[in-house]
């Protein structure tokens, strides 16, 4: 058993695409067509391109749209991705005008930070 793809509830999935590549440095990997506006739509690590997809998951499901508020409302961080460097990821990012909820902080073995992913969550990254 492996994880192939996990997912992150998205309120507009180009605007999700968009910061995702860009800012995160994610690669498409998948951009399917469902009918309407939404889309099976996954990005991938850069240096893993046959790794686990990230989905950006259409918020087709109105109790969705609930957690994800609930979520982001109590500051609990939706997922967490791994970084070499979690203060080289913080300067770059606020120099692209990414919206820091907490600043990296050293928290035992891991060092942490959360921010804002313009699509209605928060994301953790951490070096470990």
């Known amino acids: 058993m492996k994880i192939s793809v996990t997912s992150v509830m998205v309120d507009d999935q180009s605007k999700a695409l968009k910061f995702y590549t860009e800012v995160l440095g994610f690669v ?3 951009d399917v067509p469902l009918g309407g506006e939404h889309r099976w739509l996954t990005v991938v690590a850069p240096d893993a391109p046959e790794g686990t997809q990230l989905l950006l998951e259409p918020m ?3 109790p969705a749209r609930v957690f994800q508020k609930a979520l982001f409302d109590a500051g609990i961080p939706l997922t967490s991705f791994g970084v070499d460097d979690c ?3 913080y300067e770059r990012m606020v120099k692209l005008g990414v919206v820091f909820r907490s600043k990296p902080t050293v928290m035992g073995p891991v060092t942490v930070a959360v921010f804002e992913d313009t699509c209605g969550n928060l994301i953790q990254m951490a070096q470990v």
């Open 60 to 62: 087709g499901f109105a």
């Open 28 to 30: 498409l990997k998948v």
């Open 87 to 89: 203060q080289a990821e």
